[in-house]
T-cell receptor
């Protein structure tokens, strides 16, 4: 996807280990979001950022933390991974906020065993 | 709490057979309703934003409409390449605070 890259694309980790997912953008957009997507659920917002060092919680933030030290990077950390956090994680960016449409990354498939 | 319900969950059509996907929503105050398309293994792709009842938007074979309680995505004379999952989402808070998504409709267009 042009302008937004997620890494890694796939990861398998063990229960109890910390995991960090990275979202990198080259669009200089102010707003960045982390969502998770699970079968039987819609995309659910985990955390979002509205500027460098400005972040806030979404609907399903328990067990997750984020950091944004530069405009282009938004990191999602699972402090101690659990099997319930097995999911596909999507990063999204927007120049003017949620109401103006997102550009999504290609996703990270995380499996916690 | 915002709620978005999409129907049907899955739909199989023959090429050229027109149909509609439904998105029913409950929000405290609608700031925007969104349609996205998602292909397998990829992130969603933005299609439309609708802001007020009566609004319509079109893109190729797709047309989105909005009422006070629901939105429809009409697909006219679909082609196999229109096969995808179509997601509906709403924003009731505006600004940066994210969207509430439905579970999607999985659309298959058979040649």
């Amino acid at each position: 996807d042009a302008g937004i890259t997620q890494s890694p694309r796939h990861k398998v980790t063990e229960t109890g280990t910390p995991v960090t997912l990275r979202c990198h953008q080259t669009e200089n957009h102010r707003y960045m979001y982390w969502y998770r997507q699970d079968p039987g659920h819609g995309l659910r917002l985990i955390h979002y950022s509205y500027g460098v060092k400005d972040t806030d919680k979404g609907e399903v933030s328990d067990g997750y933390s984020v950091s944004r030290s530069k405009t282009e990077d938004f990191l999602l950390t699972l402090e101690s991974a659990t099997s319930s956090q097995t999911s596909v994680y999507f990063c999204a960016i927007s120049g003017q906020g949620a109401n103006y449409g997102y550009t999504f990354g290609s996703g990270t498939r995380l499996t916690v065993v | 709490e915002d709620q978005v319900t999409q129907s049907p969950e899955a739909l199989r059509l023959q090429e050229g057979e027109s149909s509609s996907l439904n998105c029913s929503y409950t929000v405290s105050g609608l700031r925007g309703l969104f349609w996205y398309r998602q292909d397998p293994g990829k992130g969603p792709e933005f299609l439309f934003t609708l802001y007020s009842a009566g609004e319509e938007k079109e893109k190729e074979r797709l047309k989105a409409t909005l009422t006070k309680k629901e939105s429809f995505l009409h697909i006219t004379a679909p082609k196999p390449e229109d096969s995808a999952t179509y997601l509906c989402a709403v924003n009731s808070g505006g600004g940066a605070d994210g969207l509430t998504f439905g579970k999607g409709t999985h659309l298959i267009i058979q040649p």
